[in-house]
């Protein structure tokens, strides 16, 4: 048996069915966004990989030639790299979630995005972003969310959330916003010289209508959602960290950091970096 919930989003209905496919993954969801369809899994591996001192997630989008009704031909009959479109979106969708994962997580994580159906007038890179944020959060990968992301058009001056095609063709303002509950976390923008005042009313729009779109997903969870699995931590000795803060002080960092000029910004944050292994590197070498 599988679960399913909607909500009304943008004049259309959104539709997630938990448990129907993709048992195996540790988290998964089955999108539709009026006739867009996309399954997001989220997998993650059980043990930490060796030798990184970085988290290692990868996110995948999958465009089949099949969701719009076509057959590869001539030559080719097998779909080859993934477009550039497909790129772009996977680094949109890594963009907000990454930094939502606990900074000491060295398991690998894989987010992929099977588009299945494509109704033009819902975004199917918009349905992955959510699909990601959703498999993640119900599944027991640690995760600091839900996430939720909206579309926002201006035709005729108007703001429109989540364009349909023809309302992308003759929009003057192509605008992605991601959001937790409590602020903005990205932007993604193009604009044919849209105004400051609109602008911000459009970011805080798509910010509201991403707080709904959070509480629908708070629900799911609520009722779905793994117990997120204990891991090994990789942080480091905090008195270390303590004592670092102490030594170089945040205000010597501001004024580092706050520099307008970028060589002499990189040249201050190099002298730090200096005084730091100077400091530290005779007993703590790795």
């Known amino acids: 048996m599988y679960k399913t919930y909607s909500m009304e989003l943008a004049g259309r209905t959104l539709t997630v069915e938990i448990g129907r496919v993709a048992a195996q993954a540790n988290g998964a969801a089955f999108m539709r966004y009026g006739d867009t369809v996309v399954l997001s899994t989220a997998v993650a591996s059980e043990k930490p990989r060796d030798g990184i ?23 080719t009959r097998r779909e ?20 939502l994962f606990p900074k000491d997580y060295r398991n690998d ?36 969310g839900p ?12 703001l429109v959330y ?6 992308r063709e003759v929009s003057d303002l192509a605008l992605t916003v991601a959001s937790t509950r409590e602020k903005v976390i990205m932007i993604e ?36 959602g793994k117990e997120k699995h204990e891991y090994i931590h990789f942080d480091f000795p905090g008195d270390m960290f303590e004592d670092m803060v102490n030594f170089i002080t945040p205000e010597a960092m501001e ?13 201050n944050i ?14 703590h070498e790795d």
């Open 162 to 167: 989540n364009p349909t095609a023809e309302q």
């Open 53 to 75: 001192d970085f988290f290692p997630l990868s996110v995948e989008y999958h465009e089949k030639m099949y969701s719009v009704g076509k057959i590869p031909g001539g030559f």
């Open 270 to 283: 190099r002298q730090i970096k200096d005084r730091l292994e100077e400091r530290y590197a005779p007993e």
């Open 109 to 144: 994580v894989t987010l992929e995005n099977l588009v299945m159906d494509v109704d033009q007038d819902c975004s199917p890179e918009l349905l992955a972003m959510l699909g990601s944020a959703l498999a993640t959060s119900i599944s027991d990968i640690p995760f600091d």
């Open 147 to 158: 996430i939720a992301a909206t579309q926002v058009g201006l035709v005729d001056g108007e």
């Open 189 to 224: 923008a193009g604009a044919n010289e849209v105004p400051e005042d609109k602008m911000i009313e459009a970011i805080y729009g798509a910010h509201d209508l991403n707080g709904e779109i959070i509480k629908f997903f708070d629900t799911i969870v609520a009722e779905c």
């Open 255 to 267: 004024e580092a950091v706050f520099t307008d000029v970028k060589q002499d910004r990189e040249a």
């Open 80 to 99: 080859g790299k993934p477009s550039d479109n497909a790129i772009l979106t996977c680094r949109v969708i890594d963009r907000p979630m990454r930094p």
